[in-house]
């Protein structure tokens, strides 16, 4: 059964840094793009970014330009969001959703989520 699972999030204050984790199982990592999209509460599904199968080229969203890092380590089947400057619009549930195009910011394109993580900040 495909999966994704994240981890990492928490609490943290404004300026401070939070690193997630999406662990994948049931499919061949490397072959999939992985994208990180976000959901604050009465907005809708926004994308963060990806990393591109093949050759980790990655894109940002503006809003985090800068700020977030997205990595990838195909030997632990593992993708990586380092958040740093966070700021209080920043808190929301993080996704990580992989897919074998190159798509990076429409979630339609995505073939498999992950369940999500809260990351909150405090002003």
């Known amino acids: 059964e495909e999966q994704l699972v994240e981890s990492g999030g928490g609490l943290v204050q404004t300026g401070g840094s939070l690193r997630l984790s999406c662990a994948a199982s049931?499919?061949?990592?490397?072959?999939?793009?992985i994208g990180w999209f976000r959901q604050a509460p009465g907005k809708e599904r926004e994308g963060v970014g990806c990393i591109n199968r093949g050759d980790d080229v990655t894109y940002y969203a503006d809003s985090v330009k800068g700020r977030f890092t997205i990595s990838r380590d195909n030997a632990k089947n593992t993708a990586y969001l380092q958040m740093n400057s966070l700021k209080p619009e920043d808190t929301a549930v993080y996704y990580c959703?992989?897919?074998?195009?190159?798509?990076?910011?429409?979630?339609?394109?995505?073939?498999?989520w992950g369940q999500g993580t809260q990351v909150t900040v405090s002003s």
């Open positions: 959703a992989a897919n074998s195009a190159y798509g990076c910011f429409d979630p339609r394109v995505y073939d498999y």
């Open positions: 049931g499919f061949t990592f490397r072959d999939y793009t």
